[in-house]
């Protein structure tokens, strides 16, 4: 059994981690409320937006050709991969990666063998695994999460329309941690371009919507107004991911780090409990030191 110098050593130091776990968990709660509040006020509006932009795919004309829109065959891919800046989140940043990994591999497989699947990181978690790895990475961007505003990632996701339609890649996907609820984050796996038709994602439950082809009436014309909206709505749908994971982010580290105090605190209560039977057993020895001198004495 350790010292009680050694005990009382190590219970001060477990004491002051414990301290930073509970700053942090309280910051990232903090910051988990404002994003929340956020992305619960954007989900809707992006959500809609996403389901007018499929109902508008379907009920298009043949003839009617849409840059953003085009889907041709998937020669070369690029995956976004959103992970964080730093650390102290848990799983967060290791699930993403080996998701994206795992969509590069099997949805993507025969493009992997042809080497045509490259990675775009925005975090710089994923960006310094992918490089130590030595896989394909066709940029990264830290900076993105250090100001997170709709004005701020429209730079950003020009920067992949461009690449879409000069046809740099042929589809642009999202690998990314959408935020459900504060301890709960849900791996996604998502198209960015082309323009399609939204999955079905593990939401709460909300009304049931009738899956019709809307018969939109365009004016002034057709070609002008989705020259307007198609845009708008990756925009929107760019900023939404970001949001989600930066949301998600939050609630991991404070999970993470309500874990760790709660670590700590049973650390605390053990090596206490071991101290005071230290503390005793040095007494009882003292005692017997005693007891023998005394009676050696006689």
Not at 143 to 159: G, P, S, Y
Not at 193 to 213: C, G, H, M, N, R
Not at 265 to 275: G, K, M
Not at 289 to 295: C, L, Q
């Amino acid at each position: 059994m350790a010292g009680l110098k050694e005990i009382r050593t190590r219970i001060a130091s477990v004491k002051s981690t414990r301290q930073i776990t509970q700053a942090m968990k309280m910051v990232a709660a903090a910051k988990l409320r404002k994003s929340q509040d956020k992305i619960l006020r954007l989900r809707p509006y992006a959500n809609k937006m996403s389901g007018i932009m499929a109902s508008i795919r379907k009920g298009l004309e043949n003839d009617v050709e849409i840059p953003l829109m085009e889907n041709r065959p998937p020669e070369k891919v690029l995956i976004i991969l959103v992970t964080s800046n730093r650390g102290l989140c848990g799983a967060f940043n290791a699930n993403a990666i080996n998701q994206a990994l795992q969509v590069a591999t099997t949805v993507y497989a025969e493009q992997w063998k042809k080497k045509q699947v490259s990675f775009f990181a925005v975090g710089k978690r994923g960006a310094e695994f992918l490089a130590s790895k030595g896989y394909p990475l066709a940029g990264v961007n830290n900076e993105i999460f250090d100001q997170l505003t709709f004005a701020n990632v429209t730079e950003l996701e020009e920067r992949f329309v461009q690449m879409f339609l000069f046809k740099e890649y042929d589809r642009i996907d999202f690998v990314y941690n959408r935020f459900k609820n504060a301890a709960v984050h849900l791996l996604t796996h998502e198209t960015f371009l082309p323009v399609s038709e939204p999955e079905e994602k593990e939401e709460i439950p909300s009304p049931k919507e009738e899956k019709t082809v809307a018969d939109y009436i365009f004016e002034p014309d057709k070609d002008s107004l989705l020259g307007e909206l198609v845009p708008k709505s990756l925009r929107i749908q760019f900023f939404k991911v970001l949001l989600d994971s930066f949301t998600a982010e939050h609630g991991a580290r404070m999970t993470a780090m309500h874990q760790a105090t709660d670590n700590a605190n049973d650390l605390i209560r053990e090596l206490t409990l071991h101290y005071n039977k230290a503390r005793q057993a040095a007494i009882t020895k003292e005692i017997l030191d005693i007891v023998g001198g005394a009676e050696a004495l006689k």
